[in-house]
């Protein structure tokens, strides 16, 4: 019989106890044994472990955050802390770990790799959709569809008070929320790092605030900025600062924040979820490690960690010309 571990680990995702049911459950089929870790790689350094069966994971799959529950774990960034990790996988004969997360997630994978001889198996759980290999990563779709819905009830009220909104949304480094949320919900202006640049700041502001004021003498009711995180030197309250110090213009600002990550996850993602569990077994089965699974063009895809983590993945060219077009049009 084989022992496989399972921990979920980073930031939460909608859709990752649909990941720990399709595991949980492939393992059944297979008659491998499955323990899970508690709060990440500090439920792994710490012996946080529990048996894992289809009793535990009954209904899991519609719900928001993780039963494994999640952390940071800065233990993981020293050696002493992986071997103490590696030595809880050799405690309970374990034989593969999956981890569910993302970037940070797979370089924990990467470092326990060095000082142990299982087979190791990303799975990529984020709603930034920032890893490689993957078309989208399990969370991403219901981000969106949270963001989105969102956003649509602001723009009731802009629209009631012909008001500008300055609406941040999460992704870390990556635009990929930003773009998918500030097309899928009309906004006028979005800003990521796809179209962003620091030594541009002033050029990008004044186009911003030129494009406003267009706006507002053809009378059009309201105007939505989507701004991705880490992006604006000071953030969102200095950009609301700096419309209104340079441009007269004044706005209301929304930080959309943690509730990105949860909530139920939609079933995109708990298809997503299912099948990267079972092909994560499968993949064990076979003897394969050290890669991350994914799905690109509907197809299974099985890259390096090395990859997954290093190499970038840009947001569709055609998002970022669509809203180039959009720009274009409010500037005639």
Known sequence: MKKIALLTSGGDA????AAIRAVVLACEFNAFSCIGFFHGYNG???????????????????????LLKSARCRAMLSETGVKQACNTLLKHNIDALIVIGGDGSFHGLQAIKQFWHGLVIGLPGTIDNDLFGCDKTIGFATAVNTATQAIDKI?????????VFIVEVMGRHSGHIAFQVGLSCGAESIYSSENYANDAHE??????????KQQQQNRQA????????????????ALKEQLQTQGHIDSAICILGHIQRGGDPVPEDRVLATQLGMSAVEAI???????????????LTKTPLQDAISINKPVDEYLVLAQQNILTHYLK
């Open 14 to 17: 909608p859709g990752m106890n």
């Open 44 to 66: 792994l350094i710490e012996d946080e472990a529990t048996d894992l069966t289809s009793a535990t994971i009954n209904n899991e799959i519609k719900n928001g955050g993780t």
């Open 155 to 163: 723009r009731d009220t802009a629209n009631a008070f012909d008001r």
């Open 203 to 212: 050029e990008i502001l004044s186009t911003l605030i030129t494009q406003i």
């Open 222 to 237: 309201s105007y939505v900025i989507v701004l991705a995180e880490n992006l604006w030197p000071g953030g969102a309250s």
């Open 285 to 299: 089965l076979n003897g394969e490690d050290n890669i991350m699974l994914g799905y690109v063009a509907n197809q």
